[in-house]
Each structure stands twice: as structure tokens, then as C-alpha cells.
């Protein structure tokens, strides 16, 4: 059974960049697209965007200015980049697999963005 | 891109059932979805994928006591005989060629 697992920092400066990693487990991650997905407290949810197994990417495009979504196969994870960040940004960000729907979320971490 | 709406909040009784709605905006109603379950604290979770036809994949472990429907532009996900652990917010999923949108979310209380 596939499982995805965040890890990154869960406190990020104003003006830095988000960085956070999903790694992919009982599973290859040479199919389907990986994503992220976020979710500020209170509130619902918000596509990021994600990438497919080949490197190909799509964005949310409020977003696709700030995002980067990349894939090492060799590791089976996939990393999200999110660059100048504000107090906007402050979340619960899930990765999560897509085939023909989103079937799998991760745990989820949450993220602060704060001086 | 599709617009998805749904009902802000819903009750309903322990041991009845109830129908949540998700919306297609205008000229969308071709699209296929997928409804999530967002129980208190935890992380979201997929319950199945509804067809235009009204046929549905559901996801493993899903209980027998959900199941969905079609109709025109609107998409439901029927909980029979309620129990306490389906309080929680549901959303439903669609995409697009580059996109994905999600509704805004239903609130459901089990009283």
C-alpha cells in the first residue's frame, strides 16, 4: 500500500523560501502525477500543483510565479518549492498522488510562516 | 475551468442518512469528480470517484454506507445510517487539463 510521508521545516522567516519533500513508500513513483495541496487554519483546500513521473509540471496559477515542483525518481520522492513567503502562506501542506483523482493524501505538516 | 459549490454546512441524525451536493458551474456537467472526507484534526482522505453516469470507484476501507450519484450538474455522496465518526468536512475534486479545483466544503454534524 502506497503511503506518502511530508518532512521539511515547520517555521519559515517572511520573504524565504518554503521547501518540503514528500517521500513515496510500497510503491514506485515512475507512474501517476504527485502533488501538493494546502491548507490554511480554518479554512479549505488549495491545489499547488504537481508534477507527472517524466518531470512535466502544472501550476496553480495564483501561484506559479512563487512554485517549483521537481521529482527524483532515483529516490522516489518529490519536492515543493515555494519562494518569498508571508504570513499568507501559513498552511497544512499535504503531498499526494493523482491517477485519475487524487487517491492518496499524506499526513500532512504544518507550516509557519512567521519572524 | 470548472467552478465546484457546495452547501457550507449539514446535519443530520444518528442512524439516518443524509445527501451532500456538489455543484458544476454552467457548461461543465460533463465532468467527472472525486469526493475527500476531512475528519476533525487529520489528514484528508478519498472516498471515491463519481462518474457522470453516476457510477463510483471507492477508495479501500471505504464503508459500504457511502456511496454516490449523478444528476445533470450536480454530484452527491449519500452516508447512510450515520455514525459519529462521519462528522467531519467533505470535499469534492475535479480537474481540468492543466488543473485541479476543489469545492469549497461541506460541514457535517451528526446530532
Known amino acids: 500500500q502506497v503511503q506518502l510521508q511530508e518532512s521539511g521545516p515547520g ?8 521547501s518540503l519533500t514528500c517521500s513515496v513508500s510500497g510503491g514506485s513513483i515512475n507512474r501517476y502525477y504527485w502533488g501538493w495541496v494546502r491548507q490554511p487554519p480554518g479554512k479549505g483546500l488549495e491545489w499547488i500543483g504537481y508534477v507527472f513521473y517524466s518531470g512535466s509540471t502544472n501550476y496553480n496559477p495564483s501561484l506559479k510565479s512563487r ?27 499535504y503531498c499526494t ?3 485519475s483523482c487524487t487517491d492518496i493524501w499524506g499526513q500532512g505538516t504544518m507550516v509557519t510562516v512567521s519572524s | 475551468q470548472p467552478v465546484l459549490t457546495q452547501s457550507s454546512s449539514a446535519s443530520a441524525s444518528l442512524g439516518s442518512s443524509v445527501r451532500l451536493t ?3 458551474s454552467s457548461g461543465h456537467n460533463g465532468y467527472m469528480i ?17 462518474e457522470v453516469s453516476g457510477n463510483y470507484n471507492k477508495g479501500s476501507g471505504v464503508p459500504d454506507r457511502f456511496s454516490g450519484s449523478s ?25 481540468d487539463t492543466n488543473t485541479q479545483i476543489f469545492g469549497g466544503g461541506t460541514t457535517l454534524t451528526v446530532v
Open chain 1, 11 to 18: 517555521l519559515v522567516r517572511p520573504s524565504e523560501t518554503l
Open chain 1, 67 to 93: 512554485v517549483t515542483i521537481s521529482i527524483d525518481t532515483s529516490r522516489n520522492q518529490f519536492s515543493l518549492r515555494l519562494n518569498s513567503v508571508t504570513a499568507a502562506d501559513t498552511a497544512i501542506y
Open chain 2, 71 to 95: 444528476f445533470g450538474a450536480d454530484r452527491y455522496l449519500t452516508i447512510s445510517n450515520l455514525q459519529s465518526e462521519d462528522e467531519a468536512d467533505y470535499y469534492c475534486e475535479t480537474w
Open chain 1, 97 to 99: 498522488r493523482r491517477s
Open chain 2, 34 to 50: 472525486a469526493w475527500h472526507q476531512q475528519q476533525p484534526g487529520k489528514a484528508p482522505r478519498f472516498l471515491m470517484r463519481l
Open chain 2, 22 to 24: 456538489c455543484t458544476l
